[in-house]
């Protein structure tokens, strides 16, 4: 049986390699698509229109985690890292579509934020949520009509 491999010196050197019309298309493809993807243009994060939109109404953020026999206050657990702001408005609602209005007071260690009760029936449990509101846009001011004396 003879070797594929032969290291004889009978071996039949060609010239350089010849390069056919295939080779040729396949390489200039290549380079065209190389040298799209360097022109594309890439989304610009800071452009308006493009940007994610912030939602607008209440977003779930929490749970009533305990409530004091004084009922003033409560303490509220966040399902996410969330800081929220002194004065924030936060709603609660109750399997038995009880509602509440709570005010953000500032507090809050980890978790746990303390909100005052402003409103309403609360028990431990309730869902909380975040009320956004839509950005106010202040219109274009309509010019007086000039009066003349």
């Not at 994060?45 to 607008?56: H, I």
């Not at 009533?64 to 609660?92: C, N």
Request: positive net charge; glycine residues 8%.
């Amino acid at each position: 049986m003879k070797s594929l491999v032969y290291f004889g010196a009978n071996r039949v050197h060609s010239g350089p390699m010849k390069v056919n019309f295939i080779h040729w298309i396949a390489a200039v493809c290549c380079i065209s698509f190389i040298s799209c993807a360097a022109f594309h243009s890439k989304p610009n994060p800071q452009s308006p229109e493009k940007s994610n939109p912030t939602s607008v109404g209440p977003e779930l953020i929490g749970r009533v985690a305990s409530i004091p026999a004084d009922r003033r206050f409560v303490l509220v657990q966040s399902y996410g890292k969330l800081k929220l702001e002194v004065g924030q408005i936060l709603t609660t609602r109750g399997p038995d579509q009880r509602t509440a209005n709570l005010l953000v007071t500032g507090e809050s260690l980890g978790e746990f934020s303390a909100a005052d009760v402003q409103a309403g029936l609360i028990e431990v449990g309730d869902a909380v949520y975040l009320i956004r509101a839509a950005p106010q846009t202040s219109p274009n001011p309509v010019p007086e009509p000039a009066q003349t004396p």
